[in-house]
């Protein structure tokens, strides 16, 4: 494959407040890489064939900014409780599983397979601290033909023996050779070294990962200033730390090194109750937020201001941050988005106008997708990846427009059962 054109009703965010609709639409792949949408297709594009999606909906791939695949097994269970016992309770028992290889083939092939199904074609993806079935994972993820940057995750302390790591040197060496067996191993997979979050990880292990980060010149994946309890731990660990992001920061874990001064990709979970001087950092760093409101609320800890963080020009795209989160649907995360920032308006700050649904979409395909380059678009120099959309199940009482059509289908999370195909990188993967 890799040049066709696609016709059909085509969507994609043309600015962040923006959604373009062309009703009978082409978009156009020449190699892998979108050429644009037209009304009628241009003659320099004639001769490519045509895939005709007929009255569907055409939008680009998502993309899921903040996933745990080790995770997957126990979403949607165990809610009724905060972040940190959420975490003793739910999270640690099960990423221990995967350790055991036949657990982890199991688990991962129901990840991946799900994954390939689903509305995202772009992941950043947290695996377990294991070695050994993170390249697994990363096998899985790049068979499938999806994008993703996935981490082994660093975690020495805060969690019981059988799952963190005894020593710093242990973590380290581990985190190497990881990524000495993986590297060139990949075409669209990709290690992000991933701390944990600072509750996991010591100082002295902190200082190795940017040391590695710089060595193997990596992005970055964690969490930042997601619940109260977590927040109130970290001052507690560091307390001449004068904010949290700060403890990334001075070990060049948050979007810029020091040494070097080259910045590089860093992205941040939640980022709730990020303070000024932290936003401040962010945004001179290019740190991008991860929002995952699915899971914000699931394990009580707030609303994000993201019409603030918007204003102010940082990055943000969307996390469905499994299994915090609950589903794996951009299109669930899409509304909660939406909803949690009505909430944050009427609720805590009026100034904060709510979050609109061209912006939501928006958060989810170009948002995100600045973190692995120009992704997240049909046009023209954009990575080309889409997925088609039957809406027919619903009535048609009303004459609805193709941007009301696809605005219900996003409310009524069509994600999960009207996928009828998927292209990724200008591959058909179904
Ligand atoms: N902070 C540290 N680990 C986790 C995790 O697994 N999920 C969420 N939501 N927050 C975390
Ligand atoms: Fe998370």
Redesign the pocket.
């Known amino acids: 494959m890799k040049s066709f054109v696609l016709k059909g009703n085509i969507c994609y965010s043309a600015d962040q407040k923006t959604i373009r609709t062309v009703e009978g639409g082409y978009a156009v792949c020449a190699d892998g890489m979108a050429k644009g949408v037209y009304e009628t297709l241009p003659e320099e594009y004639a001769a490519l064939p045509v895939i005709d999606h007929g009255d569907m909906l055409i939008i680009p791939g998502l993309v899921d900014l903040h996933i745990?695949a080790a995770?997957y097994a126990y979403r949607g269970t165990g809610m009724d409780m905060e972040?940190m016992e959420w975490?003793d309770v739910n999270?640690f028992p099960e990423e221990g599983k995967f350790a055991d290889m036949e657990y982890a083939e199991k688990a991962y092939s129901v990840f991946v397979k799900h994954m390939r199904e689903s509305a995202s074609t772009h992941f950043v993806v947290m695996a377990s601290r294991y070695p050994k079935s993170t390249k697994l994972l990363m096998e899985k993820m790049e068979e499938a033909g999806l994008v993703s940057l996935v981490g082994k995750v660093n975690m020495n302390r805060g969690a019981p023996d059988y799952l963190r790591e005894m020593s710093e040197e242990e973590a380290a060496e581990e985190t190497r050779r990881w990524l000495v067996e993986i590297q060139g191993k990949f075409r669209h997979t990709k290690p992000v070294l991933t701390p944990?979050?600072i509750p996991?990880c010591t100082d002295g292990l902190m200082e190795i990962l940017g040391e590695i980060r710089r060595e193997f010149d990596l992005p970055v994946h964690s969490?930042l200033s997601?619940n109260l309890g977590?927040i109130e731990f970290v001052r507690e660990l560091q307390p001449d730390s004068p904010f949290y992001g700060a403890g990334y920061d001075r070990v060049s874990l948050f979007g810029k090194d020091h040494v070097t001064g080259k910045h590089f990709p860093t992205v941040m979970?939640h980022c709730i109750w990020s303070g000024e001087e932290e936003i401040r950092m962010m945004l001179e760093n290019g740190v991008t937020v991860a929002h995952c409101p699915a899971?914000n609320m699931n394990?009580s800890s707030g609303i994000a201001p993201i019409r603030k963080y918007l204003d102010m020009g940082l990055n943000v795209g969307l996390g469905s941050?499994i299994a915090?989160g609950h589903t794996v649907s951009l299109f669930n995360a899409m509304v909660n988005a939406v909803q949690v920032s009505k909430l944050y308006w009427r609720l805590v700050d009026q100034s904060c106008a709510a979050i609109t649904f061209p912006e939501a979409f928006h958060l989810a395909t170009k948002g995100g997708g600045q973190v692995f380059g120009k992704v997240g678009s049909f046009e023209d120099g954009y990575e080309f990846s889409a997925v088609v959309l039957d809406d027919s199940s619903f009535d048609r009482t009303l004459p609805l427009t193709v941007l009301q059509r696809l605005e219900r289908a996003v409310y009524l999370s069509l994600d999960l059962y009207g996928i009828r195909a998927k292209y990724c990188c200008g591959e058909r993967l179904f």
């Open positions: 745990h995770q972040l975490l999270a944990r979050f996991s969490h997601e977590e979970g899971c394990v941050d915090g």
